[in-house]
């Protein structure tokens, strides 16, 4: 019903800065929030960020906080993650996620992208 595509993926070295984008295609009518989440290898699918479609609340990992910013472009059913001074820590697949309660649990959310690497570089 919804296909979500992520792109903006790639290299960069450590402080550099990178902007994911991801958009929503199909039945999206349904959709109130949009997550983006991250999984390095041998570990579990973490929290990043996501954003109501109303731009009414965001939410950040603390880890991430005052380094990334999620926004949205609800007209065009796309939400972006600008990414700036990198570690290598953030180094992971990047994953959008759809669904209509805010929260943090990856098990919320009932639609993700493939993903799209991440490596930062020291």
């Known amino acids: 019903q919804v296909q979500l595509v992520e792109s903006g993926g790639g290299l960069v070295q450590a402080g550099g800065s990178l902007r994911l984008s991801c958009g929503a295609s199909g039945r999206t009518f349904g959709i109130s929030v949009m997550g983006w989440f991250r999984q390095a290898p041998g570990k579990e699918r973490e929290f990043v960020a996501a954003t109501t479609w109303s731009g009414g609340r965001t939410s950040y990992a603390d880890s991430v906080k005052g380094r990334f910013t999620i926004s949205r472009d609800s007209a065009n059913n796309t939400v972006y993650l600008q990414m700036s001074s990198l570690k290598p820590e953030d180094t992971a697949v990047y994953y959008c996620?759809?669904?209509?309660?805010?929260?943090?649990?990856?098990?919320?959310?009932?639609?993700w992208g493939q993903g799209t690497q991440v490596t930062v570089s020291s």
């Open positions: 996620a759809s669904g209509q309660i805010f929260a943090v649990r990856p098990g919320t959310y009932a639609y």
